[in-house]
């Protein structure tokens, strides 16, 4: 089987159960926002060296896949108890971190730089399934929506805590 089939060369893909739709569509936008995110996941992976962030972020990436399909009409749905999951990750490291003062300027190591880049993707991702929920009213899983909120915190914490592991101090930004 080629990796081709020239089915996209007019500007159109097929969703899961068969239907066209043009690839600037919504939905499109949305679940390959999700799919770019994954990937930025990906690389954190790659590139990290804290192992229990690294365990964190293989399972979300399954988690993403899972969203990709039910993005693209896919029948498997995310738990909502993966929310709370995430909201346990955060609950654990936070306490762990100085108290936040001043907005943090991305950066730092280099996995949690990394890490603050996914989340602004994650972010990107977030918008795109709102705007989906917005056009296409009760056919997106509100699930996924505060999924992809919770997960920009989990990442926002992730960096902070990586920093913190590396003794990397954090650049405020202060006005």
Known sequence: MAIYTKFGDQGQTSLLGGSVVAKDDPRVEAYGAVDELNAALGIVVAFGDIGDVNASLLCIQKDLFVIGAELAGGKKHLSPSRVSDLEREIDTLW??????????????????????????????????????????????????????NRLGDLLFTQARYVNYKKRKEEAVWRG
Do not use: D
Request: a positive charge; charged letters at 20%.
């Open 95 to 148: 306490p762990e971190l100085p108290p936040l003062k001043h907005f943090i300027i991305p950066g730092g190591s280099k996995t949690a730089s990394l890490i603050h880049l996914a989340r602004t993707v994650c972010r990107r991702a977030e918008r795109q399934v709102v705007l989906l929920s917005n056009v296409e009213k009760k056919k997106v899983n509100p699930n996924i929506i505060t999924y992809l």
